[in-house]
Structures are given as structure tokens and as C-alpha cells.
């Protein structure tokens, strides 16, 4: 537990030195942001550059900004003009329920058609395998636009744009985002499932529980499943926290107004404070959900857990 934590800590902190850098080596002055877009005096550069500490040397403008996240102090917005943490924390909730509901999305379709394909019959094998091909070559935005067209232009069945009010106003602007979002993801899911649950309906040990006369629905559960499921936790675990960086694309075609969108936006305006806390966060929460989903798959079982990481 300890060795994960360091390893984590340690990914973060690589992280936070590869975001600052990289941002810093972008062409283009912030200067020209924080001065709104009007043709700034030389007093005035004088002023941003001493406020924003923007003549110090790099190091010291990392150790600064580090310290500033560690305390909770994440800066100005150069754009907005306001607290990066409030201006991301407005946003982070409704990212925080686009990513749920599609998460939920991928559990129930994509777990479920992984199982129909695997134990179903080859016809059904067969429009499963043709479905998840489809799925997985779609592209989101596409997705988003068709989406757009038919549930919300012509049926009139869904809102096109917002992401509405709290509640289940909000729950009904963000399906057709989910499912623009999930589709891809669900269709790899399925993938993965069928693929792990095959193995081990031919494995040796499935083979000789159902000699000895075991009935099916124990077999799967207890020999089946229960072997799979490391391999499917972990896969998902990967693709769920893949889900907050990729859902910038759902919220730009449906303007929610979530995370993806502000970094987005702030990456075209180089608002740095905001890419910086934004990228870090998306990296974080990548880095935690991964290690909550291998914590699960080794609570499931730990001899596969110790395989994956002698591998």
C-alpha cells in the first residue's frame, strides 16, 4: 500500500513538472491575455509581468505555483479574473454527472453485451461483434451530431444545447451527451468481457466443474465471473477515468459548460492557470481511479493482481 502511494505521489509530482514545462514552451505571450486584447504600454507589461511573477526564473515560478496547489491556492484566471478554484469548481459538477451517467451507461450495455456474447449463441455472438464494430469506429463527435439530428432536431425528444437546471432537468440534457460519450466505450467494454469470459469458459477448471455436474448459473458465477472480473476492473477502471479527459468533445457539440470545455477554451486563449489546475486535476483523478480499480481487482483476486504486476 505504502509502494502504491509513493508511486502515485511520484506520478503526480512528474505530472504537475511535465504540465508546467510544456505550457511555459508554448509559442505566444500570456501577456497579451491578461492585457484583455488591447495593445499594452510598456508600464503596463512591466506591471502584469511583476504581479504575475513572470520574470522570475522558471524554477522559482514552478516551486510558487506548486506551493499555491499544495495550500489550495490555484491563482487568477488570466481571461476570467477570478479564483481558478471557483471558476473549476463551477464546472467540475456537471463533468462530475456527464461521466457518471455515462459510466453507468458503459456498466449496464457494455457488461451486458460482453455476457450475451460470450454465453449467447453464434448468431447472437455474431450482431454483437458487428454492433461493437460499428460502436468503436464512430467517432464521439459524430456520434453527437447524429444525435443531435434525430432525438433532439427532429423528435424534439431531448434539449440540444445547456446542460439545464439541477435535478432531473439536468439528468434529461445530459443523456443524449452520455450516449454520444459512451458509445465508443461501451462497445470496447463488450470486447473486453466477451474476450475474458471466453478464456475461461474453456478453461480446464470451468471444464471439470460442469463434468461434475455443478449447475450453470453457479459455474458462471462463482468460476466464470469471479475470474474474469480482475480483467474486466481494470480495463474499465482505465476506461472510466479516460472518461473526464474525453468528455470535452461531448461538451463542446452539446455546450455544457463542464471542464472539458473551460480547458479547451482556456488552451486556445493560453489562460495558463487554468490549463495548469485543469490538466493536473484530469491527471489526478486519472491516476486515483486506476489505483481504486486495481485495489478492487486484487480484493477479487489477489494472485491475478500479483501477476499483473510481476508482468
Known amino acids: 500500500m505504502l509502494g502504491k502511494l509513493g508511486g502515485l505521489a511520484l506520478t503526480l509530482f512528474l505530472a504537475s513538472v511535465i ?5 511555459l514552451l508554448t509559442p505566444g505571450d500570456p501577456v497579451t491575455a491578461l492585457a484583455g486584447g488591447a495593445r499594452p504600454t510598456p508600464e ?4 502584469i509581468r511583476a504581479e504575475y511573477r513572470l520574470d522570475d526564473p522558471v524554477w522559482l515560478q ?3 505555483w506548486l506551493g499555491g496547489v499544495v495550500t ?3 491563482g487568477r484566471s488570466f481571461v476570467y479574473k477570478t479564483d481558478v478554484a471557483e471558476l ?3 464546472r467540475f459538477a456537471v463533468t462530475f454527472q456527464l461521466v457518471l451517467l455515462t459510466t453507468a451507461l458503459i456498466a449496464v450495455f457494455g457488461l451486458g453485451s460482453g455476457i450475451l456474447a460470450a454465453i449467447g449463441s453464434r448468431r447472437t455472438d455474431m450482431v454483437v461483434s458487428v454492433t461493437t464494430s460499428l460502436g468503436m469506429a464512430l467517432p464521439t463527435f459524430i456520434v453527437a451530431i447524429l444525435l443531435i439530428w434525430i432525438f433532439a432536431t427532429s423528435l424534439g425528444w431531448f434539449p440540444t444545447f445547456g446542460a439545464g437546471e439541477e435535478g432531473l432537468d439536468r439528468l434529461w440534457h445530459l443523456v443524449l451527451p452520455a450516449v454520444s460519450l459512451a458509445l465508443m466505450f461501451i462497445a470496447y467494454i463488450s470486447r473486453v468481457t466477451r474476450s475474458a469470459l471466453v478464456a475461461q469458459l474453456h478453461s480446464e477448471h470451468v ?3 460442469r463434468v461434475r455436474g455443478i449447475p450453470w448459473g453457479r459455474v458462471f458465477r462463482r468460476h466464470v465471473f469471479h475470474n474474469a472480473a480482475p480483467q474486466i ?3 474499465s477502471g482505465t476506461t472510466i477515468a479516460g472518461l473526464f479527459a474525453a468528455s470535452a468533445i461531448a461538451e463542446q457539440a452539446f455546450g455544457l459548460g463542464g471542464v472539458g470545455s ?13 490549463v495548469q489546475v485543469v490538466s493536473l486535476l484530469l491527471v489526478a483523478l486519472f491516476v486515483v481511479l486506476n489505483a481504486i480499480a486495481d485495489l478492487l481487482a486484487a480484493a477479487i483476486d489477489p494472485d491475478s493482481a500479483g501477476t499483473r504486476r510481476n508482468a
Not at 44 to 47: G, M, N, R, S, V
Not at 263 to 271: G, H, I, P
Open 262 to 274: 473551460l480547458l479547451t477554451e482556456a488552451a486556445a486563449r493560453k489562460d495558463l492557470p487554468v
Open 88 to 90: 473549476v469548481g463551477a
Open 62 to 64: 514552478y516551486l510558487h
Open 44 to 47: 503596463l507589461i512591466a506591471a
Open 233 to 235: 476492473l481494470a480495463i
Open 207 to 209: 471444464e471439470t466443474a
Open 19 to 23: 504540465i508546467f514545462s510544456a505550457l
Open 72 to 74: 489550495g491556492d490555484f
